[in-house]
C-alpha cells in the first residue's frame, strides 16, 4: 500500500507518443479513440459489427466523426466473459486492421490481451497496443511490445473479466490503483519497453463498483503523479445505467458528463463509441480551460 494519498500534480503535460512516423502531442489534447468492437458480445456494439465490410465501414465513420485512434478488439471483456480464442480473435480482427490501414493512415490500436494477437495485429498494421490485463494474463505482452517498440495502454483490472464485478473491495481504490499501474509501468520497463511508449488506465467498470468508478473520476488528476498520458474509458458503462435508471441505448448524456468531468481533471485519451459527440465536448472543455480575462 502507498503510505499517503497522492495529491499533487507534476508539472508539465506526458511528452509525445511517437511511432511509424504517427505523433500524439498531448499538448493537442485530449484526443477520441473510437470504439470498434468486432465481436457478437460487447455490453454496446455486440454483434452490429461483425462482417469485415461492416466493420470497415464503422471504422471510416469513426474516422469522419473524429477519431484521433481506433481500437479495434475481437474479445468482449464485458463482465462475466470467459477468454475468445486466439485463432477466433485474429479471424475477426486481422481482415478489419488490414482494410483500414489501405483507407487510414492514423492510429490503430489493438485491444487484447494476447500477445500473439497483438503481435499479428501490429505486423498487419496496428500501431498500438490496448491491454486491459497489462501483461498478466500473458506475461509475453511485454517482450511483444518491447520487439516492435509500439506504444501500449496498461489499464488496471482487479480479478479476470470472469471475476472483476465479484464484490470488488479496496481499502482506499485510488492509491491502491496508482500503485498498481507503477508496478505494472516498472515491469514493462524491465522487459525493455521505453516508458515514453506508455500510457495508462485506470479501468472505469473492471473491478470497481459505482462507488468506485466515481471516486476515480472525482480524483483522475491523481494518476497525474505517474508521469504518463491518461486513457478514461466510461462509455455506456452499467456505472452510469444504476446511477440514471437507464440501458445502455439511453447512456450518452450520462456518457458526455463523464467525458466532461475527466477532461477537466486531466484525462489525455477518451475512449467512447460516439466520437462526434465526444470531440464537441472536448471543445467546451478546452474553451472553458484556456479562457483568459
Not at 483500414?100 to 490503430?108: F, K, L, N, P, Q
Not at 486491459?132 to 488496471?156: N, Q, T, Y
Not at 500503485?179 to 479501468?203: F, N
Request: with cysteine; charged share 25%.
Amino acid at each position: 500500500m502507498m503510505k499517503e494519498r497522492v495529491g499533487h500534480r507534476p508539472k508539465g503535460l506526458p511528452g509525445p507518443i511517437v511511432y511509424r512516423g504517427k505523433r500524439i502531442d498531448f499538448s493537442d489534447g485530449p484526443f477520441a479513440m473510437g470504439v470498434l468492437n468486432v465481436t457478437p458480445d460487447s455490453f454496446y456494439d455486440g454483434g452490429r459489427y461483425n462482417g469485415r465490410e461492416r466493420a470497415v465501414e464503422r471504422a471510416l465513420e469513426l474516422v469522419e466523426e473524429g477519431a484521433d485512434v481506433l481500437d479495434v478488439g475481437g474479445e468482449s471483456t464485458r463482465p462475466g466473459t470467459d477468454p475468445v480464442p486466439v485463432h477466433v480473435q485474429k479471424e475477426r480482427i486481422l481482415p478489419v486492421i488490414e482494410a483500414v490501414r489501405e483507407r487510414w493512415e492514423g492510429w490503430i490500436s489493438v485491444d487484447t490481451c494476447s500477445s500473439e494477437v497483438a503481435r499479428a495485429a501490429v505486423e498487419q498494421g496496428a500501431d498500438m497496443i490496448n491491454d486491459v490485463s497489462a501483461g498478466r494474463m500473458d506475461p509475453s505482452m511485454k517482450e511483444v511490445a518491447a520487439g516492435f517498440g509500439v506504444p501500449c495502454i496498461l489499464m488496471h483490472m482487479k480479478g479476470t473479466p470472469r471475476t472483476m464485478q465479484d464484490q470488488p473491495t479496496y481499502t482506499s481504490v485510488v492509491p491502491e490503483i496508482i500503485e498498481y499501474l507503477g508496478e505494472r509501468i516498472a515491469a514493462w520497463e524491465e522487459a525493455g519497453v521505453s516508458r515514453d511508449k506508455i500510457l495508462i488506465d485506470p479501468g472505469i467498470g473492471f473491478g470497481k463498483t459505482v462507488d468506485h468508478n466515481l471516486l476515480i473520476l472525482k480524483h483522475l488528476y491523481e494518476f497525474q503523479v505517474l508521469g504518463r498520458p491518461i486513457v478514461l474509458g466510461t462509455s455506456r458503462k452499467s456505472f452510469i445505467g444504476t446511477l440514471l435508471g437507464r440501458d445502455v441505448e439511453d447512456r450518452l448524456v450520462g456518457t458526455l458528463a463523464t467525458a466532461a468531468v475527466g477532461a477537466w481533471n486531466g484525462a489525455d485519451v477518451l475512449r467512447v463509441h460516439d466520437v462526434q459527440e465526444t470531440r464537441e465536448v472536448l471543445s467546451i472543455v478546452r474553451a472553458i480551460k484556456e479562457a483568459r480575462e
